[in-house]
């Protein structure tokens, strides 16, 4: 995740999108059929990111994409 001034970005095999907020947590990409979500605990601390894949006429499936480094 690289964020530039108020706007957020994704690297997804190589190629850098740029994700756009549906809510707080949930993000998604004009590119291709997907969504970003950001795991968070109750303090509101991301954990991890998931890829929620939406591509039509695939089953649907949500995929660790990202773990939190500190």
């Known amino acids: 995740?690289?964020?530039e001034d108020a706007r957020l970005?994704?690297?997804f095999n190589g190629q850098r999108v740029e994700l756009?907020?549906?809510?707080?947590?949930?993000?998604f990409v004009k590119r291709f059929y997907g969504r970003v979500v950001?795991?968070?605990?109750?303090?509101a601390?991301?954990?991890?990111?998931?890829?929620?894949?939406?591509?039509?006429?695939r089953k649907k499936f949500n995929r660790p994409c990202a773990r939190r480094i500190d």
Do not use: N, Y
Request: neutral net charge; charged residues 30%.
């Open 9 to 11: 970005f994704a690297e």
């Open 45 to 57: 601390r991301a954990t991890a990111v998931l890829w929620v894949d939406r591509t039509p006429g």
């Open 20 to 27: 756009f907020p549906e809510s707080d947590t949930r993000f």
């Open 38 to 43: 950001f795991v968070r605990t109750p303090e």
């Open 1 to 3: 995740m690289i964020r």
